[in-house]
């Protein structure tokens, strides 16, 4: 067991940080996050000085400690990395189905509009069928038309309103 203080944990430090560091960076590929592996090693190593039982050499334990660190933290971003991009896929599947949703509330306003802007007979015969759902020949008979009259006008409507929509 070895008992460390701030003397031994100073040139504990001096003596194997840049080593420690070029280890890790061999897992890392990324001198940043190589340094951030050994500084956690080390600030580990400090916090549980009074507790810590090292049963190996202490060369052998700061490097064992830098790897299975540099692995945890590799593991770590491959899963968050998975999570920002399936976050990201989200949002964008989220985004395209409102835009969807848009185009639609687009389409069906340019339909009222439309509806509105037909001939005055032919929007009544339209508006009787279509929202209130009656069949040509009610609405023949509720206005005292032929039912070849209101089918001509239905037709008529719907002319009209693809011309208008397309």
């Given at each position: ?143 005292n038309l032929s039912v070849k009259t209101v089918e001509s006008q ?13």
């Amino acid at each position: 067991m070895i008992l460390i203080d701030k003397n031994i944990y100073k040139n504990l430090f001096d003596e194997f940080y840049e080593p420690l560091c070029n280890f890790a960076y061999r897992y890392m590929n990324d001198y940043d996050s190589s340094e951030d592996v050994v500084q956690e090693v080390f600030t580990y190593l400090w916090i549980k000085r009074k507790d810590l039982k090292i049963n190996t050499s202490i060369k052998s334990y700061l490097f064992s400690a830098v790897k299975n660190k540099s692995i945890e933290k590799i593991r770590r971003n491959k899963l968050e990395t998975k999570y920002i991009s399936q976050k990201l896929l989200e949002a964008k599947q989220f985004e395209q189905e409102d835009e969807e949703e848009m185009d639609k509330l687009i389409l069906i306003k340019k339909l009222y509009d439309s509806i509105e802007e037909l001939p005055e007979k032919c929007k009544l015969i339209f508006k009787m069928a279509k929202e209130e759902g009656l069949t040509y020949n009610e609405i023949s008979t509720k206005l005292n038309l032929s039912v070849k009259t209101v089918e001509s006008q239905m037709r008529r409507a719907f002319i009209l309103l693809r011309e208008k929509i397309s």
